[in-house]
């Protein structure tokens, strides 16, 4: 599969290439504060697939958690990119900034143990009170 997309100016740009490691919803609470309080939709790709085209992100890593995340983000209009887990060989973009979001194929909701009455969840979908397999 090849992904490519963008923030919302348009300063920065990517393009990600290969099998997806997973494409879920995440209803965590760390997720709704960087989406404004909806589950966060994103596609897990390859590390080794993602490159940036054009610009270069601002990073921010929270210090007071135990392996915490790192954001990307567009320093110039704030659009959140990619997260990047430690340990995880994977660039999570996020499906709002690629160019054809249509591509986007939900197969599970995870940490649904923090989700809010007004989120919603496609009917089948697999749930995970947390990640799969913890």
């Known amino acids: ?19 997806p490691m997973m494409q879920a919803q995440c209803h965590c609470r760390e997720c709704q ?23 270069q992100p601002k990073q921010f890593t929270r210090k ?5 995340v790192t954001r990307e983000f567009c320093a110039e209009c704030g659009t959140h990119l990619v997260t990047k887990v430690p340990g995880l060989p994977a660039a999570v973009v996020k499906v709002g900034t690629l160019d054809e979001p249509a591509q986007f ?14 989120h919603t969840i ?3 979908m697999k749930t995970f009170e947390k990640l799969p397999g913890h």
């Not at 194929?105 to 007004?118: H, V």
């Open 1 to 19: 599969m090849r992904l490519e997309g963008g923030c919302y100016c348009g300063e920065v740009r990517y393009v990600a290439e290969g099998d």
């Open 33 to 55: 504060y960087i989406s404004g309080g909806a589950p966060n939709t994103f596609i897990a790709m390859p590390a080794d697939g993602f490159t940036y085209i054009t610009g």
């Open 64 to 68: 007071d958690l135990a392996r915490a």
């Open 105 to 118: 194929r939900p197969q599970m909701a995870i940490f649904t143990c923090d989700m809010q009455e007004f």
């Open 122 to 124: 496609p009917s089948g």
